[in-house]
Each structure stands twice: as C-alpha cells, then as structure tokens.
C-alpha cells in the first residue's frame, strides 16, 4: 500500500488550494479515505472522510463549508479541494487509508505528508 500526497505549498489567507492523494496497493475504490493533518506542535486533527463505494463524506467543524472531499476511483486517487484558507490551517497533510469501506472502523495506512502554509 502506497499513499503520496501532493499540491501543498505557500498561499496567502482567503486562497484557495487542492490537495492530491495518490494510492496504489489496494483496491481503492472500496475503501473508505481520510484526510488528517498536523499543525506544529499539535496533535493529529481528523477532519474529513469519504466511504468507499458510494462516497459519503464527512467534515470536521474546523473545515465545513470551506474543504470538499472527492474521489476518482478511475484514477485512484483523492482530492481536497481548499478554499477561504486561514492561518490556523497551516499544517502537514495526510491521506489515510480506512481498513474497510467505513471509516469508523480507523485507518491503516497512511502517506508521509503535504505541507500547507497559509500565509500573507
């Protein structure tokens, strides 16, 4: 199982950025994925998911209204698409892997990582 994150970098408050997550090693259409990060100095944050299969989605308070999750389970891969960034986004980004198509059921797998700075 493979997870790789990309698209993150440096962008001003109020921007806008979308995140890619890569994988490969597993049948990922019918897995759920989530999308977790990490600000400096802090604990993991769990702030959205999407189901396997049919892809019901679910988002953290901290990001309702400003992040969209998506899949293409053609392309196996995954996206969060980020607007009205604020400071208090700034963070390291993971994609993790559900061990079945629920994501209650917790995460197995995990990618190294995609820094997002928000910044002026």
């Known amino acids: 199982v493979l997870l790789v994150e990309s698209g993150g970098g440096l962008v001003q408050p109020g921007g806008s950025l979308r995140l890619s997550c890569s994988a490969s090693?597993?049948?990922?259409?019918?897995?759920?994925i989530s999308w977790v990060r990490r600000a400096l100095g802090k604990g993991l944050e769990w702030f959205s998911h999407?189901?396997?299969?049919?892809?019901?989605?679910n988002y953290a308070d901290s990001v309702k209204g400003r992040f969209t999750i998506s899949r293409d389970n053609t392309k196996n891969t995954l996206y969060l698409q980020m607007s009205s960034l604020k400071p208090e986004d700034t963070a390291l980004y993971y994609c993790a892997k559900g061990t079945n198509w629920n994501p209650l059921y917790g995460m197995d797998y995990w990618g190294k990582g995609t820094l997002v700075t928000v910044s002026s």
């Open positions: 999407i189901n396997g299969g049919g892809g019901g989605t």
């Open positions: 090693g597993f049948t990922f259409s019918i897995y759920a």
